[in-house]
C-alpha cells in the first residue's frame, strides 16, 4: 500500500511540475529567440542607414561598425554596395533574400530551421536613400552562444525537476508510512491470529477509521481467545472424565471374555473390546493435544540424547518382537542440549516412533539420529515402511487424519497433530520427507541451548 500510495504522490507531483515547468520554459525559449532577433535587427538597421546616406563619412563609419561588431560577436557582416558607398566588407551571395530586399525593400529572416532554429540566424535588410534602394546589409548570427544558454534553461529546469520529485519521494514515504502505519499494525495483529497467537493486539491509533477498526479486531481477538480457551477446556475435561469409563469398560469385556464359551460371542466381545482401544487412543490423544494448545509449561534447557535414550529404551521391547531394529546415530559428545518443554520431546518420540513402528515392515530398521544445525539441533526419525505421497504428506499433520498401516492397528489420527503443536509451541518446525533408500524421514528441528546437556 505504501508503495501505491507513493507512485500515486510521485505521479500527481510529476504531472503538476510538468505542467508548470514545460510551458514556463517554451515561453523563456521563445523570449530568447525573439530577443535575440530584435538585438540583431537593431544592429542591421544601423548598418542600413549608414549605407544609405550617401557621403563618405557614413560609409567608413559603417566599415567600422561592422568591423567592431564583427570583432566582439564572431559573426559575419555582409554589405551589398552602393552607387555611392563601396566599403571594404564582403558582399552577399545572390539569393532569394538579397533579391526581395534589394528589389522589393523587405527585410527577411531565416533562423534556418522550422524547429527552434538552425546554425545561422540570417537577416538582410534593404538600404533606402530618399525612399530609394541602394543596397542591403545582412548579418549571419551564429546560434551556438543561444543553443547553449537554451540547454541551461532546459537543463535548470529539469535538475529542478528532478530534485523537486526526490524530495516529493522523501516526503511521500514519510507521509505514506505514517498514515499506513496502523494498517501495517492491524494486519500485524492479524498475522499473529494466523499464527494461533490470540493473545496479540492491535494499538488503537490513527484516524477515526482504523481506530475503529482495530477496537473491533481486538474484541474479535479477545472473543476468540476466550472460545478457543473454553473449548480446550471442555475437549480435556471430557477427554478425562472419559478415560475412567472406558479403562472400566475395557476390564469388564476383557472379564466378560474370560467367561464365555461361545467361540462366536466371544469373536463378538473381542472386537467391541478393540473398539473401546481405539476410542480409548483418541481420547488419550485429545487429552494430548488440548494439553499441549495450552501451553502450560516455559521452555528451558534439556538434554536431548539423554530424553532420546530413554524413550528408546521404552519401545525397543515392542520393536523387538516384530523383529524391527532402532538405531540410535549420532555423535554423543558434547550431549546438545535443546530448548524444549518439559514432557513435550516425551510426546513427540513417543507419537513418532508409535508411528514409524506401525507401518515398519517385519525385520526392518527405524534410523533415529541427532545432528547440529547451525543456530538448532536436528532429530531424525527414518523408516523403512511404505512412505508417503505427497498428497498424504499434505495431511498428514491434520487432525483425525489417518495413514495406511502394517500391523492392523488404527490409530486416533492425532500423533503428528500432536507432535507438530508441541514442536511449534518450543520454537522448531517439523517436516516430512522422502527416506533416502525407502520410507519416512521426520525431521525435527529444535532450537538448540547455550547450555551443553549432562
Same mark, same amino acid.
Given at each position: 500500500?505504501?508503495?501505491?500510495?507513493?507512485?500515486?504522490?510521485? =505521479?500527481?507531483?510529476?504531472?503538476?511540475?510538468?505542467?508548470?515547468?514545460?510551458?514556463?520554459?517554451?515561453?523563456?525559449?521563445?523570449?530568447?529567440? +525573439? +530577443?535575440?532577433?530584435?538585438?540583431?535587427?537593431?544592429?542591421?538597421?544601423?548598418?542600413?542607414?549608414?549605407?544609405?546616406?550617401?557621403?563618405?563619412?557614413?560609409?567608413?563609419?559603417?566599415?567600422?561598425? @561592422?568591423?567592431?561588431?564583427?570583432?566582439?560577436?564572431?559573426?559575419?557582416?555582409?554589405?551589398?554596395?552602393?552607387?555611392?558607398?563601396?566599403?571594404? &566588407?564582403?558582399?552577399?551571395?545572390?539569393?532569394?533574400?538579397?533579391?526581395?530586399?534589394?528589389?522589393?525593400?523587405?527585410?527577411?529572416?531565416?533562423?534556418?530551421?522550422?524547429?527552434?532554429?538552425?546554425?545561422?540566424?540570417?537577416?538582410?535588410?534593404?538600404?533606402?536613400?530618399?525612399?530609394?534602394?541602394?543596397?542591403?546589409?545582412?548579418? &549571419?548570427?551564429?546560434?551556438?552562444?543561444?543553443?547553449?544558454?537554451?540547454?541551461?534553461?532546459?537543463?535548470?529546469? @529539469?535538475?529542478?525537476?528532478? #530534485?523537486?520529485?526526490?524530495?516529493?519521494?522523501?516526503?511521500?514515504?514519510?507521509?505514506?508510512?505514517? =498514515?499506513?502505519?496502523?494498517?501495517?499494525?492491524?494486519?500485524?495483529?492479524?498475522?499473529?491470529?494466523?499464527?494461533?497467537?490470540?493473545?496479540?493486539?492491535?494499538?488503537?491509533?490513527?484516524?477515526?477509521?482504523?481506530?475503529?477498526? @482495530?477496537?473491533?479486531? $481486538?474484541?474479535?481477538?479477545?472473543?476468540?481467545?476466550?472460545?478457543?480457551?473454553?473449548?480446550?477446556?471442555?475437549?480435556?475435561?471430557?477427554?478425562?472424565?472419559?478415560?475412567?469409563? !472406558?479403562?472400566?469398560?475395557?476390564?469388564?469385556?476383557? $472379564?466378560?471374555?474370560?467367561? &464365555?464359551?461361545?467361540?462366536?460371542?466371544?469373536?463378538?466381545?473381542?472386537?467391541?473390546?478393540?473398539?473401546?482401544?481405539?476410542?480409548?487412543?483418541?481420547?488419550?490423544?485429545?487429552?494430548?493435544?488440548?494439553?499441549?494448545?495450552?501451553?502450560?509449561?516455559?521452555?528451558?534447557?534439556?538434554?536431548?540424547?539423554?530424553?532420546?535414550?530413554?524413550?528408546?529404551?521404552?519401545?525397543?521391547?515392542?520393536?523387538?518382537?516384530?523383529?524391527?531394529?532402532?538405531?540410535?546415530?549420532?555423535?554423543?559428545?558434547?550431549?546438545?542440549?535443546?530448548?524444549?518443554?518439559?514432557?513435550? !520431546?516425551?510426546?513427540?518420540?513417543?507419537?513418532?516412533?508409535?508411528? #514409524?513402528?506401525?507401518?515398519?515392515?517385519?525385520?526392518?530398521?527405524?534410523?533415529?539420529?541427532?545432528?547440529? $544445525?547451525?543456530?538448532?539441533?536436528?532429530?531424525? &526419525?527414518?523408516?523403512?515402511?511404505?512412505?508417503?505421497?505427497?498428497?498424504?504428506?499434505?495431511?498428514?499433520? +491434520?487432525?483425525?487424519?489417518? *495413514?495406511?498401516?502394517?500391523?492392523?492397528?488404527?490409530?486416533?489420527?492425532?500423533?503428528?497433530?500432536?507432535?507438530?503443536?508441541?514442536?511449534?509451541?518450543? *520454537?522448531?518446525?517439523?517436516?516430512?520427507?522422502?527416506?533416502?533408500?525407502?520410507?519416512?524421514?521426520?525431521?525435527?528441528?529444535?532450537?538448540?541451548?547455550?547450555?551443553?546437556?549432562?
Amino acid at each position: 500500500m505504501i508503495r501505491q500510495l507513493l507512485r500515486s504522490y510521485i =505521479l500527481l507531483v510529476a504531472v503538476a511540475i510538468l505542467l508548470f515547468t514545460v510551458p514556463v520554459a517554451f515561453t523563456l525559449t521563445t523570449q530568447l529567440r +525573439d +530577443d535575440t532577433e530584435a538585438s540583431v535587427k537593431r544592429e542591421a538597421t544601423a548598418m542600413a542607414l549608414l549605407l544609405g546616406n550617401t557621403n563618405a563619412s557614413s560609409c567608413r563609419a559603417l566599415e567600422e561598425l @561592422a568591423r567592431a561588431y564583427e570583432q566582439g560577436t564572431h559573426d559575419r557582416v555582409e554589405v551589398a554596395p552602393t552607387d555611392t558607398c563601396v566599403p571594404d &566588407i564582403p558582399a552577399p551571395a545572390p539569393d532569394a533574400a538579397l533579391t526581395q530586399a534589394l528589389k522589393g525593400g523587405s527585410p527577411t529572416t531565416n533562423w534556418g530551421s522550422d524547429f527552434i532554429w538552425g546554425r545561422d540566424l540570417v537577416i538582410t535588410l534593404p538600404a533606402k536613400a530618399h525612399s530609394r534602394i541602394t543596397g542591403a546589409v545582412r548579418i &549571419i548570427y551564429s546560434t551556438e552562444t543561444l543553443t547553449h544558454r537554451l540547454w541551461t534553461i532546459w537543463a535548470f529546469r @529539469a535538475g529542478l525537476a528532478v #530534485a523537486v520529485l526526490g524530495v516529493a519521494a522523501l516526503i511521500g514515504t514519510a507521509v505514506a508510512r505514517r =498514515l499506513t502505519r496502523p494498517l501495517r499494525q492491524l494486519n500485524e495483529t492479524a498475522k499473529k491470529f494466523s499464527d494461533g497467537d490470540l493473545t496479540a493486539r492491535s494499538p488503537v491509533e490513527g484516524p477515526h477509521e482504523t481506530q475503529t477498526l @482495530a477496537h473491533t479486531l $481486538n474484541q474479535a481477538g479477545e472473543r476468540l481467545d476466550k472460545l478457543i480457551a473454553s473449548q480446550r477446556i471442555f475437549v480435556a475435561d471430557a477427554s478425562h472424565q472419559l478415560r475412567t469409563p !472406558l479403562t472400566a469398560l475395557r476390564l469388564s469385556l476383557d $472379564n466378560i471374555a474370560d467367561g &464365555i464359551n461361545n467361540e462366536y460371542v466371544r469373536e463378538d466381545v473381542e472386537q467391541a473390546t478393540a473398539e473401546v482401544v481405539r476410542i480409548s487412543r483418541l481420547v488419550n490423544g485429545l487429552l494430548a493435544l488440548a494439553r499441549a494448545e495450552a501451553k502450560v509449561a516455559a521452555a528451558e534447557p534439556l538434554s536431548l540424547m539423554d530424553i532420546v535414550e530413554q524413550r528408546l529404551s521404552v519401545w525397543r521391547p515392542a520393536a523387538d518382537e516384530r523383529g524391527v531394529t532402532i538405531a540410535l546415530k549420532g555423535s554423543t559428545e558434547g550431549q546438545p542440549a535443546v530448548l524444549a518443554s518439559p514432557g513435550h !520431546l516425551d510426546q513427540v518420540l513417543d507419537n513418532v516412533l508409535s508411528n #514409524a513402528l506401525e507401518v515398519s515392515p517385519d525385520g526392518s530398521t527405524i534410523t533415529v539420529r541427532i545432528d547440529p $544445525n547451525g543456530p538448532g539441533v536436528s532429530l531424525s &526419525i527414518l523408516d523403512e515402511g511404505p512412505g508417503m505421497s505427497e498428497a498424504e504428506k499434505s495431511r498428514a499433520f +491434520d487432525r483425525f487424519w489417518r *495413514g495406511q498401516g502394517l500391523t492392523g492397528r488404527s490409530g486416533s489420527g492425532l500423533g503428528l497433530a500432536v507432535v507438530r503443536q508441541l514442536v511449534t509451541d518450543d *520454537g522448531g518446525t517439523v517436516t516430512l520427507q522422502d527416506a533416502p533408500s525407502s520410507g519416512l524421514w521426520v525431521l525435527i528441528t529444535l532450537p538448540a541451548s547455550s547450555r551443553s546437556g549432562g
